[in-house]
C-alpha cells in the first residue's frame, strides 16, 4: 500500500478521515477515504500503481461488452449503442467541428473511437490492458497506445482528447492533465466524465455508494474539485452536462451493496430524486460530463 502525504488539488498535507468502503466487486478489502482541508476527498492508502492490477480481475472489468446473447446483454448492447451516439454528438457539438483529430483516453475495447472514427474522425486510444487494446486492434483497425508513452505524441496535435470514467483511476493525475494540456490544439477541447461524490445518490448510499468504487476508484471529485484542479492546470470549465441514466445504474448497484440484493424500486426511486434534486443546481448529478478548454 502506498500512503499520499500532499494533495493533489492544493498540495496541503492536512487530512481528515472520511468514510471507509468495502471493495465489494473484486477483494472485499476495506480502504479508506480522507478528505483533504481544500474538500478533495481520495482513496488514502491506496495499493500501489503496480499492485492496481489484481483489483480489476472480475468478470465485471472485463468489458460486458461482446457476447450478444440474453436479455439483459441485448438491452445492453442497445444502450450502449444509444449512448455512444450521444457522446458522438456530444463531440461535434463541444468540439465546433465535424471531424478532427481524437485521442480517447482509457479507451478500452475501442467502442467508442470507432463510432467517432466511423463518422468521419480520426482517432487514437491510450488503454492499460493489452486484452483490450488487442481487441480493439483486431475488431476495429484502431490504433491503442499502452499508458504513460506521452513523448510520442507531438504538441498541439488533439483537436479533442477524452476520458469517460477514467481519471477516478488514473494514479499520475496531474502528469496527465499536463500531457492533455500540450497535446491539444489552443482551440482543443477535452472531455472528462467523473463521477460525483457531492451529488444526493451519494449523501443518501454514504458508504455504500457504488462510485465510490475502492480501490480502483483513488480520486472522489466534486464539480468545484474538477474546476480547482483543472484550473491550476491551465484549462477552463466551461460547461457542466448530466449523464442521467448513471444515477439509476450506481443507486441499483448500491442497493445490492447496502442490502445483499438489488431492491429495484428503491433503486429507480433513489435515482429519479437524485436526478431531481440535481436539475435544480445543474451541477449536482451522479456523474457529469466537464466540457475544459486550455488556457493560453
Ligand atoms: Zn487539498
Same mark, same amino acid.
Given at each position: 500500500?502506498?500512503?499520499?502525504?500532499?494533495?493533489?488539488?492544493?498540495?496541503?498535507?492536512?487530512?481528515?478521515?472520511?468514510?471507509?468502503?468495502?471493495?465489494?466487486?473484486?477483494?472485499?478489502?476495506?480502504?479508506?477515504?480522507?478528505?483533504?482541508?481544500?474538500?478533495?476527498?481520495?482513496?488514502?492508502?491506496?495499493?500501489?500503481?503496480?499492485?492496481?492490477?489484481?483489483?480489476?480481475?472480475?468478470?465485471?472489468?472485463?468489458?460486458?461488452?461482446?457476447?450478444?446473447?440474453?436479455?439483459?446483454?441485448?438491452?445492453?448492447?442497445?444502450?450502449?449503442?444509444?449512448?455512444?451516439?450521444?457522446?458522438?454528438?456530444?463531440?461535434?457539438?463541444?468540439?465546433?467541428?465535424?471531424?478532427?483529430?481524437?485521442?480517447?483516453?482509457?479507451?478500452?475495447?475501442?467502442?467508442?473511437?470507432?463510432?467517432?472514427?466511423?463518422?468521419?474522425?480520426?482517432?487514437?486510444?491510450?488503454?492499460?490492458?493489452?486484452?483490450?487494446?488487442?481487441?480493439?486492434?483486431?475488431?476495429?483497425?484502431?490504433?491503442?497506445?499502452?499508458?504513460?508513452?506521452?513523448?510520442?505524441?507531438?504538441?498541439?496535435?488533439?483537436?479533442?482528447?477524452?476520458? /469517460?470514467?477514467?481519471?477516478?483511476?488514473?494514479?499520475?493525475?496531474?502528469? =496527465?492533465?499536463?500531457?492533455?494540456?500540450? !497535446? *491539444? &490544439? +489552443?482551440?482543443?477541447?477535452?472531455?472528462?466524465?467523473?463521477?460525483?461524490?457531492?451529488?444526493?445518490?451519494?449523501?443518501?448510499?454514504?458508504?455504500?455508494?457504488?462510485?465510490?468504487?475502492?480501490?480502483?476508484?483513488?480520486?472522489?471529485?466534486?464539480?468545484?474539485?474538477?474546476?480547482?484542479?483543472?484550473?491550476?492546470?491551465?484549462?477552463?470549465?466551461?460547461?457542466?452536462?448530466?449523464?442521467?441514466?448513471?444515477?439509476?445504474?450506481?443507486?441499483?448497484?448500491?442497493?445490492?451493496?447496502?442490502?445483499?440484493?438489488?431492491?429495484?424500486?428503491?433503486?429507480?426511486?433513489?435515482? /429519479?430524486?437524485?436526478?431531481?434534486?440535481?436539475?435544480?443546481?445543474?451541477? =449536482?448529478?451522479?456523474?457529469?460530463?466537464? !466540457? *475544459? &478548454? +486550455?488556457?493560453?
Amino acid at each position: 500500500m502506498e500512503t499520499l502525504t500532499n494533495c493533489p488539488v492544493c498540495n496541503s498535507s492536512s487530512f481528515t478521515p472520511f468514510v471507509e468502503c468495502t471493495d465489494y466487486t473484486v477483494s472485499k478489502d476495506k480502504f479508506k477515504i480522507v478528505q483533504c482541508t481544500c474538500g478533495f476527498r481520495f482513496t488514502n492508502p491506496r495499493p500501489e500503481e503496480a499492485e492496481a492490477g489484481k483489483y480489476y480481475q472480475s468478470e465485471d472489468y472485463i468489458s460486458h461488452s461482446n457476447t450478444k446473447k440474453g436479455i439483459v446483454n441485448s438491452l445492453y448492447q442497445v444502450a450502449r449503442k444509444f449512448t455512444l451516439k450521444r457522446k458522438l454528438k456530444l463531440v461535434t457539438k463541444v468540439s465546433g467541428k465535424q471531424s478532427g483529430d481524437l485521442l480517447d483516453l482509457g479507451c478500452g475495447t475501442g467502442e467508442f473511437l470507432n463510432t467517432c472514427k466511423e463518422n468521419g474522425w480520426n482517432v487514437q486510444g491510450i488503454e492499460p490492458s493489452p486484452d483490450a487494446r488487442a481487441f480493439a486492434s483486431k475488431q476495429y483497425g484502431l490504433t491503442v497506445h499502452e499508458v504513460n508513452k506521452w513523448d510520442q505524441f507531438n504538441d498541439k496535435l488533439f483537436d479533442v482528447v477524452s476520458a /469517460w470514467h477514467v481519471l477516478e483511476h488514473v494514479y499520475q493525475l496531474e502528469e =496527465t492533465a499536463k500531457q492533455v494540456k500540450r !497535446i *491539444l &490544439k +489552443p482551440d482543443g477541447t477535452f472531455i472528462v466524465a467523473l463521477p460525483n461524490c457531492s451529488s444526493a445518490d451519494a449523501d443518501f448510499y454514504k458508504q455504500f455508494w457504488a462510485a465510490y468504487d475502492v480501490p480502483r476508484h483513488i480520486w472522489h471529485f466534486t464539480p468545484a474539485d474538477v474546476k480547482r484542479f483543472f484550473e491550476k492546470q491551465g484549462f477552463l470549465l466551461k460547461e457542466v452536462l448530466p449523464m442521467s441514466l448513471d444515477a439509476y445504474y450506481i443507486c441499483m448497484l448500491s442497493e445490492k451493496y447496502k442490502g445483499g440484493n438489488i431492491n429495484y424500486g428503491r433503486a429507480a426511486i433513489h435515482g /429519479w430524486a437524485s436526478n431531481s434534486q440535481a436539475a435544480k443546481t445543474g451541477t =449536482t448529478f451522479s456523474s457529469q460530463i466537464y !466540457i *475544459l &478548454k +486550455p488556457v493560453a
